[in-house]
């Protein structure tokens, strides 16, 4: 049996012409989408810049942008070639909806993430205590805030977690209130005490003139009257003026006669007779 080539050329021409159109308008299609996904994803990144987001928002919300925008470029290209989209849409669909379930945990991470980001109780550098730790952010991450705490360990905390409770951000203002008790006697001369605490606190390099230090009688304990101190210092300096003058007080108690007092407890022994 002889077969016809010409009749089997004439035959498939049509079904390959139209399949070379196809392919033709489906690489144009994908080149012409993948310029505008990149278009689009630059312009989302630079209103994201001006308003001041930060990088790591930025850097996320481009890639999804840019993700979704390829994503249905691919699709019109399946398209394009003559493929039914409809149930692969479908299908696509509920594949995402299992992952979005099995994955619950780590999308409210994301989400705290981004509100964390976008709304900045804290930035990187910042000294904040959240989620029970204490420690400067050393990163700002979409599912993890890492902070490292004053003895060097590095805590990697959920930020879902951050969110759902208090944050305190001990970085935020560039002053800060430090609050020192002194204790002394009751036999001791309460306006010679004030006069010696003003004095450390007026020679003190740390505390600031404004707002005003107190120092002020506050309580009238079982072993001792306790003074509150209260200078206000730079947040950096906090911790060097809460050392030194600390030590201060005690060293110039001690000059000045002053004493702390501590508690004490008398032991009477009673010997009964036989």
Known sequence: MEVDINALIEQFQPMVVDAAIALVK????????????????KAVKKAMARSDVEDTLETFVGNIVYTVLMAAVLLG??????????SLVALLGAAGLAVGLA?????????AGVLIILF??????????????????????????????????????PNSQVTDGVITNYSTNDTRRLDLIAGVSYSDDLDKVRNVLTEIIDESQYVLDTPAPTIAVSELADSSVNFVVRPWVKTADYWNAHFT??????KRFDAEGISIPFPQQDVYVHQVGD
């Open 120 to 157: 900045k109780p804290y930035r990187v550098g910042d000294y904040i205590e959240a989620a029970g730790v204490a420690g400067s952010v050393e990163s700002l991450q979409i599912f993890t805030t890492v902070l490292k705490t004053p003895d060097n360990k590095v805590v990697i905390v």
């Open 103 to 111: 994955l619950q945990g780590s999308l409210s991470n994301f989400a």
């Open 245 to 250: 003058i600390t030590e201060t007080i005690k």
């Open 26 to 41: 489906a690489i144009a299609f994908f080149v012409i989408g993948r310029w505008v996904a990149k278009a689009v994803t």
């Open 77 to 86: 290209v399946i398209s394009t070639l003559g493929v039914e989209v409809t």
